[in-house]
């Protein structure tokens, strides 16, 4: 799952002169449904890919660590103040600012990716640093 979105999304980054890296071991066997789980990539690689300017990087890494899978997506993006950092998993919230205006969404899409991830009994994530980048931290249970 997380190799096909970064195949597919390595495709969309190569537009925005955006480098891609991966950093994925293997087999990992995530427990779960694989279209939510497919969804969850989508959902962070888009926005990786929204919100970081040409000649950015992207970087998704994937290991495993017990029962547990922990899989990174960060970028060297806009970034999120620490104002809204609290905000970014509600539903309907949009990052305030100009980048609201140049990018469309709905805000919709972090809402649903936590959704995803809680009910995979996983949790997810943010950390962010405004003008240098952000961070997606997921852990989810690996099949045993
Ligand atoms: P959509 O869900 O339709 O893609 P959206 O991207 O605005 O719209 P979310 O995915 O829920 O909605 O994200 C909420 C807000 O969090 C965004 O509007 C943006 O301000 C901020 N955000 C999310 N991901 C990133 C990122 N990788 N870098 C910087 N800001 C981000």
Redesign the pocket.
């Known amino acids: 799952i997380v190799l096909k979105s970064i195949r597919t999304f390595s495709q969309l980054a190569e537009l925005k002169e955006i480098t891609m890296k991966r950093d994925v071991e293997e087999p990992l066997e995530i427990m779960g449904d694989e279209e939510r789980l497919q969804q969850l990539m989508v959902?962070?690689l888009?926005?990786?890919l929204?919100?970081?300017q040409e000649t950015g990087q992207i970087t998704v890494s994937c290991k495993r660590e017990g029962n547990w899978i922990t899989i990174i997506?960060s970028?060297t993006?806009?970034?999120?103040s620490q104002e809204?950092l609290g905000?970014?998993?509600?539903?309907?919230?949009?990052?305030?600012?100009m980048?609201?205006r140049a990018?469309?969404?709905?805000?919709?899409?972090?809402?649903?990716?936590k959704w995803i991830v809680e009910a995979h009994d996983g949790k997810i994530r943010?950390e962010?640093k405004e003008g240098a980048?952000?961070s997606?931290t997921i852990t989810l249970p690996a099949k045993s």
């Open positions: 959902i962070l888009d926005n990786a929204k919100y970081t997506v970028d993006g806009i970034g999120i809204e905000y970014v998993f509600d539903r309907f919230f949009r990052g305030d600012k980048r609201s990018e469309e969404g709905t805000g919709l899409g972090l809402s649903i990716a943010v962010s980048g952000t997606f």
